[in-house]
């Protein structure tokens, strides 16, 4: 069974760096897109972007600017960053694995989310 | 466009049958997958390309695309259906952008 868990660095004061990294159990990270997706207070979700074990990316148009993930084949996890944080990027962070079959891509494993608070 | 469009609230009758739909033109491309999230929960799949359930999720779920329209239908609803339920989709292409919809806040009455 795969398994996937944020860490979370919980507050962010606004105009600094949001890191965040998901650990990949119970399968390897080396086929499959992973992405990181989030979702604001009384919002709905949000795709981040996502990469592929190659290291090959595809962002958020809206966010393109401000982020960056990256992946550690040896250590079966991604990472996320995300310049210049304001309140609006207070969410919970996901962490999924993006796959295709049947016609459709989909996120079939997701982590169970972590709280990031942006504040001075 | 970008977007995929669901209604933001529908309601239904317990044991009554629901359709959540979700418009885009991205779903000329792909089949739409939906997910289920309740407070405090991460999202749930329950229903991925033409009518595909994942293991666990009950056959009252299913799923439809006609052009560019998906809908998820749940047939007999119960209570632990409620929550807020999202399409998703991606774009054709190598460099490709994936798109949820705004979401639809079921209650089930």
């Known amino acids: 069974q795969v398994q996937l868990q944020e860490s979370s660095p919980g507050l962010v004061r606004p105009s600094e760096t949001l890191s965040l990294t998901c650990t990949v159990s119970?399968?390897?990270?080396?086929?499959?897109?992973w992405s990181w997706i989030r979702r604001p207070p009384g919002k709905g979700l949000e795709w981040i972007g996502d990469?592929?074990?190659?290291?090959?990316?595809n962002y958020s148009p809206s966010l393109k600017s401000r982020v960056i993930i990256s992946i550690d084949t040896s250590q079966n996890q991604f990472s996320l960053k995300m310049t210049s944080v304001t309140t609006a990027d207070t969410a919970v962070y996901y962490c999924a694995r993006f796959a295709y079959n049947y016609g459709s891509w989909y996120f079939d494993y997701w982590g169970r989310g972590a709280l990031v608070s942006v504040s001075s | 466009s970008s977007e995929l469009t669901q209604d933001p609230a529908v309601s239904v009758a317990l044991g009554q049958t629901v359709r959540i739909t979700c418009q885009g033109d991205?779903?000329?491309?792909?089949?739409a997958s939906w997910y289920q999230q309740k407070p405090g929960q991460a999202p749930r799949r329950v229903v991925y390309g033409n009518n595909n359930r994942p293991l666990g999720i009950s056959d009252r779920f299913s799923g439809s695309t006609s052009g560019n329209t998906a809908s998820l239908t749940i047939s007999g609803a119960q209570a632990e259906d409620e929550g807020d339920y999202y399409c998703n989709s991606r774009s054709s292409g190598e460099n490709y952008y994936v798109v949820f919809g705004g979401g639809t806040k079921l209650t089930v009455l």
């Open positions: 119970g399968g390897s990270i080396t086929s499959y897109f």
């Open positions: 990469i592929y074990h190659t290291g090959s990316t």
């Open positions: 991205t779903l000329r491309s792909y089949d």
